[in-house]
């Protein structure tokens, strides 16, 4: 099940805005990797920041968000290509916090500070570029802002939520990004501002049943937005027995047939989806003479 994002502009083209209902594919990454409900958030809100950030991609371009705190949760790690394909993991799903003293996932607390976000981009014909910033919030959000800020010197407004039900299904998940372009006036900022620190929580309006079009206008007010397109978006790995085939080759003759003697195959876990592979004896042994 496919996702939406919406692109659009603002302010007579002055804002730029991008919206997000990610409820599957925050869904698909709880199931995937049995997370609990702390990580869920946590995972989630990571898996749509980087989709936010990946709406300006192109062809074979690609991007990462690597997080890791002193918290439980250890490292969050999401990726997402120009199609928004997003994948990711957690090194410690089965977190579950008691709720923060405003009675809300404490996503903070399982971040831990002090911590930093990397972000990695890989852009057709420019090389690699990674920029990175200390967390200053826990909460992600923030720290997705404040990368966006220090890192890639564009004010930003971020807003991410992933909603958790009593049985730990994701009931809601999604956020909103909004830039404001070079020669925005004055008057439109402020207006913007005040949009903004009116808006409420992103997880309460997701929850009241709004939609991305409806969040759109909360955002920046009814009949003042253009929207431009949608892109789709969905929890997709692009691994496969093949790519580990390789990978496996790579570890050479000796320890291939070592796994032969010693475990008569071998069961290859992706980081990012959770997938199983299992090679047998056989495959193995196409593998040695491969290699
Ligand atoms: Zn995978």
Redesign the pocket.
Known sequence: MTDKLLRALAFDGQVKVYVIDAKNTVEEARKRHDTWRTATAALGRTLIGTALLAANLKGNDQITADITGEGPLGRILATSDAKMNL?GFVNNPQVALDSNEEGKIDVKGAVGLPGFLKVSKQIENYEPYTGQVPLISGELAEDFTYYMAVSEQTPSSIGLSVLVDKGDIVAQAGGFMIQVMPGATEETISALEDKINNLGRVSDLLNSGLTVEQLLDRLVGEGNSKILDYLDVRFN????KERFSDGIKLLGKDDIQAMIDEDHGAEVV??????AYQFSEEELLALVEEA
């Open positions: 994948r790995c692009h691994c496969s992706c980081h990012y989806c959770n997938e």
